[in-house]
């Protein structure tokens, strides 16, 4: 019964309407030290000239730090757990964080500013990154950020969203102090270097090329009747160069022997080369062999098979399990 009735104190107590708590009560006070008052009309918001005044170093130092007085009071007189003091510690830095971001924002756009300031990518990414605090609209490491995007916007993000960047776009990370995460961001920043996909959306990328190669064609890994080098070159497609030419089209073989694809085959990283008709009525073969790996030689080899026409050597498609596919 005692404890019901402490607990229905504790929640009468804790219940507060929307701007009567005491935080908010507290807010009155320190504006009023600065001269600043809310007007009677339109909700009783701000002036222009309280906006400005507020947003100042001293004013959002006062408004935030009041935050963990209230909760020191709050626990002197309820006997609350210290824990409240530590958590008003953590109110007060986000705010703290947010207003001070707003401030610098709301300089940046005022009308005292140059004309020449609100098109600066510095404000533009800081206004995206102080409404981001309030509301997660996109996470600053998952933009692409503009090229003439200066360092110091990369010094306010956090050490996790300095690492976040630097990771997503496949650089490697170490030990770094926040600094140098801000300048290796920067760095790729003005490299424009991509985000790089993760390993399910790789995955699923790399599926949807391959049906595009295969279109109405069977997959060569479910095939059987495999025929050897040997018995099966008799059949093999009458493939020219040009036909080469014709299906890479949009590079130079005319040094083809300085190339990797040349040398492999020359220095038997290839294995024998398989045939199969697919079938009878089919206008297509497939060709296929194991290529091993240029520097993990023990690793399994890649498996590459090429689908040629029959009666006039065309390539269709090929395909390698390779990266580069």
């Not at 600043?36 to 309280?50: A, C, D, I, L």
């Not at 996109?138 to 996790?160: G, R, S």
């Not at 290796?184 to 391959?210: G, H, N, W």
């Amino acid at each position: 019964m005692i404890v019901t009735r402490k607990k229905e104190d504790l929640l009468s107590k804790v219940s507060v309407k929307p701007g009567k708590g005491p935080l908010a009560k507290e807010l009155e006070p320190v504006m009023k030290n600065f001269n600043v008052r809310r007007e009677m009309y339109q909700s009783r918001t701000f002036v222009g000239n309280h906006v400005n005044k507020m947003l100042h170093s001293k004013p959002i130092d006062e408004l935030t730090s009041n935050v963990v007085t209230t909760m020191g009071t709050l626990c002197e007189k309820n006997d609350f757990t210290l824990y409240i003091i530590q958590l008003g510690k953590e109110v007060a830095r986000k705010h703290e964080e947010r207003v001070k971001l707003f401030a610098k924002c709301h300089k940046g756009y005022s009308q005292d500013c140059p004309t020449s300031v609100p098109s600066s990518p510095f404000y533009c990414v800081t206004i995206y990154y102080a409404a981001s605090t309030y509301h997660p609209i996109i996470p600053p490491y998952e933009m692409d950020m503009p090229t003439d995007t200066p360092l110091e916007v990369f010094k306010t993000w956090k050490v996790d969203e300095l690492r976040l960047f630097v990771k997503k776009r496949g650089l490697k990370l170490a030990n770094f102090r926040k600094d140098e995460l801000a300048a290796l961001a920067f760095s790729a920043c003005q490299m424009q270097l991509p985000i790089q996909p993760d390993k399910v959306a790789e995955t699923k990328r790399l599926q949807v090329e391959y049906g595009k190669k295969l279109k109405e064609l069977p997959d060569p890994s479910t095939l059987s009747g495999w025929v050897g080098e040997e018995e099966g070159c008799k059949n093999w497609p009458g493939l020219s160069f040009p036909d080469i030419c014709v299906f890479v089209e949009d590079k130079d073989l005319r040094q083809y022997k300085d190339s990797k694809a040349y040398s492999y085959v020359t220095n038997g990283w290839l294995s024998e080369i398989s045939y199969n008709p697919i079938s009878k009525k089919s206008k297509y073969c497939f060709l296929k062999c194991e290529c091993r790996h240029s520097q993990k030689i023990n690793t399994p080899p890649h498996q590459v098979w090429c689908c040629i026409e029959k009666t006039t050597g065309r390539i269709r498609t090929a395909h390698c399990t390779c990266m580069a596919g």
